[in-house]
């Protein structure tokens, strides 16, 4: 299987302050990746597709890049509503796996 | 809108069985694939598997491969999530979820979440 690696585990930032969460796949993956922001009790909601695609209707403070087995999630300038978990899932082969989560709290 | 609507919370005893569905409305049912994902309390995600609502094949984790089916009927839209000889660590929350194809690859729709609890 392949192994979804997320740093930091937790992150707490201020409101404008940019952010950068990272995933690491422990083999290659092309850019078969995506990213979802999940708030507590809620369904987890799909940010980014294929690496860097920006899922409709997903503010432009959210941005992806990567390829191969590196990839980050910026949010250019945070805002409160950004607080959440953040999950990077790799689509490349099965068992589909997703990194363990990034808690992203407000200061 | 396009949605799936997934069926309510369940309690079970250690061993046996549960069947969550979910139901799919907006959209060509048979054109996309629907995964199950899981998340137990506090913990992250945890794919179990897939079904092609055209086909009805499907693919497993294989931690799941001995205890879990999923099924499909095409009369009613619902894809169906089996998971059998429960056990405590099987409480969780289980989604269901479709996956955009194509180039985009990535869960797009989720059901609400079905919440299936382990208990003797």
């Known amino acids: 299987d392949i192994q979804m690696t997320q740093s930091p585990s937790s992150v707490s930032a201020s409101v404008g302050d940019r952010v950068t969460i990272t995933c690491r796949a422990s083999?290659?993956?092309?850019?078969?990746l995506a990213w979802y922001q999940q708030k507590p009790g809620k369904v987890p909601k799909l940010l980014i597709y294929a690496a860097s695609g920006l899922q409709s209707g997903v503010p432009s403070r959210f941005s992806g890049r990567g390829s191969g087995t590196d990839f980050t999630l910026t949010i250019s300038s945070l805002q409160p509503e950004d607080s959440a978990t953040y999950y990077c899932q790799q689509a490349n082969t099965f068992p589909y796996t997703f990194g363990q989560g990034t808690k992203l709290e407000i200061k | 809108q396009v949605q799936l609507v997934q069926s309510g919370a369940e309690v079970k005893k250690p061993g046996a069985s549960v069947k969550v569905s979910c139901l799919a409305s907006?959209?060509?049912?048979?054109?996309?694939?629907i995964h199950w994902v899981r998340q137990a309390p506090g913990q992250g995600l945890e794919w179990m598997g897939v079904?092609?609502?055209?086909?009805?094949?499907?693919t497993y984790a294989q931690k799941f491969q001995d205890r879990v089916t999923m099924t499909r009927d095409t009369s009613t839209s619902t894809i169906y999530m089996e998971l059998n000889s429960l056990r405590s660590e099987d409480t969780a929350v289980y989604y269901c979820?479709?996956?955009?194809?194509?180039?985009?690859?990535?869960?797009?729709?989720w059901g609400q979440g079905t919440l299936v609890t382990v208990s003797s």
């Open positions: 979820a479709r996956l955009l194809g194509g180039t985009t690859v990535a869960f797009d729709i």
């Open positions: 083999q290659g993956i092309s850019s078969w």
């Open positions: 079904i092609n609502p055209s086909g009805s094949t499907t």
């Open positions: 907006g959209y060509t049912f048979t054109s996309y694939y």
